[in-house]
T-cell receptor, first 110, second 115 residues
Framework: DQQVKQNSPSLSVQEGRISILNCDYT??????FLWYKKYPAEGPTFLIS?????DKNEDGRFTVFLNKSAKHLSLHIVPSQPGDSAVYFC?????????FGAGTRLTVKP | KAGVTQTPRYLIKTRGQQVTLSCSPI?????VSWYQQTPGQGLQFLFE???????NKGNFPGRFSGRQFSNSRSEMNVSTLELGDSALYLC??????????????FGPGTRLLVL
């Protein structure tokens, strides 16, 4: 039962361009969403979050957009840097449980 | 403030053995959750402990168990190890219950290899 889906297992972008990572969910009770970044052999690092009462949250180069009607969120990274190359997980919580997507591997080419 | 720590970082065991992993949460955090990550898979939730009580459990066999101590430190135990248990085991801590509008902070993980 995959309630949180990241349909693109990988994404490759050029340095300086925009990276857009997508995440879809099925549970309409989810009200808090997070993005984590994970380097090999390390634990996931929290990047940015958004509450369901908002549709956008920015933190530096990272912006998360939430479309509740479409049950879709996306993470925009502008401009992308080689150090952003990592696996990105989206997560969603409903007040009682938290679910993670399978992750998208982002590669930023110099 | 120190982050989440996990010990050991790497572990090699053979089938049938048991293993205990340890997690120390961020100071003040009362919730500790455990996850399993295997190649190509997302983070599979194992269980959550809050105030020394298991509050939530994922879909894993009873060979996987855990506990939490009064200082919020947590241990996870896997008995009768199988080859498929080879994975990265991640611990995450948060101030309140997992699932609330609260960020979980992850440790570096314990890489377990079962031969």
């Amino acid at each position: 039962d995959q309630q949180v889906k990241q349909n693109s297992p990988s994404l490759s972008v050029q340095e300086g361009r925009i990276s857009i990572l997508n995440c879809d969910y099925t549970n309409s009770m989810f009200d808090y969403f997070l993005w984590y970044k994970k380097y090999p052999a390390e634990g996931p690092t929290f990047l940015i979050s958004i509450s369901s009462i908002k549709d956008k949250n920015e933190d530096g180069r990272f912006t998360v957009f939430l479309n509740k009607s479409a049950k879709h969120l996306s993470l925009h990274i502008v401009p992308s840097q080689p150090g952003d190359s990592a696996v990105y997980f989206c997560a969603a919580s409903d007040g009682n449980d938290m679910r993670f997507g399978a992750g998208t591997r982002l590669t930023v080419k110099p | 403030k120190a982050g989440v720590t996990q010990t050991p970082r790497y572990l090699i065991k053979t089938r049938g053995q048991q293993v205990t992993l340890s997690c120390s949460p961020i100071s003040g955090h009362r919730s500790v959750s455990w996850y399993q990550q295997t190649p190509g898979q997302g983070l599979q939730f194992l269980f959550e402990y809050f105030s020394e009580t298991q509050r939530n459990k994922g879909n894993f066999p009873g060979r996987f168990s855990g506990r939490q101590f009064s200082n919020s430190r947590s241990e996870m135990n896997v008995s009768t190890l199988e080859l498929g248990d080879s994975a990265l085991y991640l611990c995450a801590s948060s101030l309140t219950r997992r699932g609330r509008q609260e960020t979980q902070y992850f440790g570096p993980g314990t890489r377990l290899l079962v031969l």
